[in-house]
């Protein structure tokens, strides 16, 4: 059974993120409190500065150091250090390295609807594994932190690496995937406001090693929210992709996403239509469940192209390659996503 003591010594030796002195020598670990009918341990632990990509690195390193040690579950609060403290021990800032936002070598694409539950982010994780198959070098920024979902729809277990302060995105199908998901322990809620999240999203484009990237899909959240605001500041060159279903309220509410993309000079690419119909494998008959025309309509109002139409159907899936929602290549879907990533690497031209 895990006790204070023996938390102090496991975590003891871990170095703070930004002064880069073990946490037992900044007297960091405020609060432990342990509840061992649960073997839970709660902690409170002071850093430089919260709600940084740093935060989340130090976050991932303890649970796992306290889940090696015993615990069966960890709770984590963060505060900031005094200032005193903070003068005694600060060295000044290393120069930083090349941030992914000043790249002219990486074409960014928001994917973007006006509400949820219109398969975005199945449209964002399979376009980005689309054009990987089309021998691009892509990366994938969950940037719907509220609503995370890419790691488990793309079926990763496994989490990014640290490698000296950069975060290493994890690779799956050829994407590089970064998530808040990465960083939550248990499927957490994140009860963040927006300026914290402004920070969180702008680590991930400065504090993770993407390498050499063709393009860097995000998967915004649904809606104009704060999140989908600090991406328009971030990335005043950003190509913008609306999804949406053939219904004509889902449509005229997707419009807003787009109109905002406009207003703030992002390039709509064109509408991809999800849920288009369902086709019958007996018959071939199709079905249109939800309507028709609400690709069309948007794309006509919003001056721009309808990349593809998705039907209603689901993966095959590979138990021992478990993805619940990437489709196969072969796949009448999969064929699908490989002709609009076509359609979009034409339309850039690259």
């Not at 690195?57 to 615990?71: D, S």
């Not at 079905?287 to 593809?308: C, H, I, M, P, S």
């Not at 689901?314 to 009448?332: G, K, L, R």
């Amino acid at each position: 059974m895990l006790t204070e003591k023996k938390v102090r010594e496991v975590l003891g030796a871990i170095k703070e993120p930004f002064l880069h002195k073990e946490l037992v020598e900044l007297n960091a670990i405020e609060e432990i409190k342990i509840k061992e009918e649960k073997n839970h341990v709660s902690i409170k632990v002071l850093i430089a500065k919260t709600g940084t990509s740093e935060q989340l690195q130090l976050q991932t390193q303890i649970v796992n150091v306290l889940k090696e040690a015993g615990a069966a579950t960890v709770g984590i609060r963060f505060a900031e250090l005094p200032e005193e403290v903070l003068a005694q021990h600060r060295d000044p800032e290393p120069e930083k390295g090349r941030n992914l936002l000043n790249s002219k070598n990486t074409t960014f694409i928001a994917i973007a609807s006006g509400k949820g539950g219109v398969g975005k982010s199945t449209v964002s994780v399979n376009l980005a594994v689309a054009l990987a198959r089309l021998g691009k070098k892509v990366g994938l920024i969950d940037a719907d932190i509220y609503g995370f979902s890419v790691p488990d729809m793309m079926g990763i277990t496994n989490r990014p690496v640290v490698r000296g302060e950069k975060i290493i995105p994890v690779d799956r199908f050829g994407v590089q995937v970064i998530s808040m998901g990465f960083f939550v322990e248990d499927n957490a809620p994140i009860i963040w406001r927006g300026p914290m999240l402004g920070k969180m999203l702008n680590s991930f484009f400065s504090e993770v090693e993407w390498g050499e990237l063709d393009y860097l899909l995000l998967d915004l959240p649904p809606g104009t929210g704060d999140v989908a605001l600090d991406v328009h500041t971030m990335l005043p060159s950003c190509k913008e992709i609306i999804v949406t279903t053939p219904h004509p309220t889902a449509a005229f509410v997707a419009a807003r996403a787009g109109a905002m993309a406009l207003r703030t000079e992002h390039e709509v690419l064109g509408v991809i239509e999800n849920m288009a119909y369902f086709e019958s494998k007996l018959t071939g008959e199709k079905e249109y469940v939800f309507g028709r025309g609400g690709g069309d309509k948007l794309a006509e109002e919003l001056n721009t192209v309808l990349l593809g139409r998705l039907p209603l159907n689901q993966p095959d899936w590979n138990d021992q390659d478990f993805a619940p929602s990437v489709y196969q290549e072969d796949h009448q879907i999969g064929k699908i996503y490989l002709e609009i990533a076509e359609k979009v690497t034409s339309l850039l031209k690259k």
